[in-house]
């Protein structure tokens, strides 16, 4: 191959072009000459396992063989949330990355489960946040997909105690605070404690 093709880098299901591609042979005698009557495999579409090109070319019963690198991409499309097992939350608490479950869609409809996205947001959670976003990159492609979560808010404190227990609300000046029997609830807007 004396000049490489103008193509080397296809999306699947594109098929080879030869443009440019200059394929030369040489003889016993340190001659050459540029032949056009050559063949190539594959001829069909191509996938992402194809790697190479094999340029063949026969002549008076002989067969040579050599190989031209390509790169067969298939492009990523989109990403969804396709399973976010936990949609609840209470306002302080985290998204865990492992409750997410992500899938990338590619040019030709396959798709696949990825786990190297990131997601937002990642810290305790406040009652504005209404949606987790991911973002997922392959190759030069970045996709984004979100899901709506809801997450309750802090209303109020409520001190209660149980009724078999007896909690001192009485002291002697100087008496230390006794907390036995003291139970505080945290009380969020959905009312749960």
């Not at 495999?41 to 070319?57: C, E, F, K, Q």
């Not at 936990?86 to 409809?109: F, P």
């Amino acid at each position: 191959i004396t000049n490489p093709p103008t193509k080397t880098t296809y999306k699947q299901g594109e098929t080879f072009d030869q443009t440019g591609m200059v394929i030369t042979v040489t003889y016993e005698d340190n001659t050459t000459k540029v032949v056009t009557n050559y063949n190539y495999t594959p001829t069909r579409a191509l996938t992402v396992s194809d790697r190479y090109i094999t340029i063949s070319y026969t002549e008076n019963g002989v067969t040579k063989q050599i190989a031209q690198s390509i790169t067969v991409t298939n492009k990523l499309t989109a990403i969804g949330i396709t399973e976010l097992k936990k949609t609840k939350y209470k306002q302080g608490e985290t998204i865990n990355k492992s409750d997410i479950v992500v899938r990338a869609t590619y040019e030709d409809n396959t798709n696949k489960q990825v786990t190297n996205f990131t997601y937002e947001p990642t810290g305790a959670l406040q009652a504005s946040d209404t949606s987790i976003a991911v973002t997922y990159t392959e190759g030069t492609e970045t996709k984004t997909a979100s899901k709506d979560i809801q997450v309750t808010y802090i209303t109020a404190l409520e001190i209660t105690s149980e009724p078999s227990v007896e909690f001192k609300t009485t002291y002697i000046k100087g008496e230390s605070f006794d907390p036995t029997g003291l139970i505080v609830s945290v009380i969020y807007e959905d009312r749960n404690a």
